[in-house]
């Protein structure tokens, strides 16, 4: 069961970056980083399974894969700026980490803002057409 | 993915404390400091590399190009 691994692996790293701590706090926010990326590499064959699951049910629908491209590409963006925004919380800097996530929702902005000019594009249409 | 790096964390930061501390009774805080800085350098060459892998599994799983 992958469940109890990554929860061995998150309950060790804790400890570890507890005792780390007392002495080399900079030390222990490596720690946390280290576990967060060792359990991301894990879960990470599994999701990109589904998600080519996905993109092939879009092509099959013959949606436009413009959009859930961009969804994907939204999820990325939010997950690397929550990662790195939660650690400069966990060091104690939580001003950086509130910067950190305003650009990533800048960038996630600009990447939907083709998706809202062809919503506004086909609103336009029906109501030429009515 | 390993969970070796993590432990050899652990060891990094274990050892740089004891020869710290060492250090300290000595009466060598200059090179305390020395040790302490190198520590953190190597862990951070280390966790630099991890860093990398994940940015590139991102970009890759999610088409971030």
């Not at chain 1, 469940?3 to 998150?10: K, L, M, P, R, T």
């Amino acid at each position: 069961m992958d469940i109890f691994q990554i929860v061995s692996i998150g309950i060790v790293a804790t400890i570890i970056a507890l005792i780390i701590r007392q002495e080399h706090p900079e030390l222990a926010i490596l720690v946390s980083i280290t576990a967060g990326i060792i359990i991301f590499t894990f879960i990470i064959g599994k999701f990109s399974a589904n998600i080519n699951v996905i993109i092939s049910m879009v092509n099959q629908s013959r949606i436009d894969s413009l959009y859930v491209m961009t969804v994907f590409k939204v999820i990325g963006i939010a997950y690397i700026a929550e990662f790195a925004s939660q650690i400069c919380k966990d060091a104690g800097e939580e001003a950086i980490g509130k910067k950190i996530e305003l650009g990533g929702k800048i960038i996630i902005m600009n990447l939907a803002i083709p998706i809202l000019t062809a919503l506004m594009g086909i609103i336009v249409d029906i109501l030429n057409n009515v | 993915m390993n969970i070796d790096i993590l432990f050899k964390i652990a060891a990094i930061g274990i050892l740089v404390t004891v020869l710290n501390q060492v250090l300290v009774k000595a009466g060598r805080e200059e090179i305390a400091m020395m040790v302490t800085l190198s520590g953190i350098v190597i862990v951070l060459l280390m966790v630099v590399n991890l860093i990398n892998n994940l940015f590139t599994n991102v970009k890759s799983i999610f088409q971030l190009y």
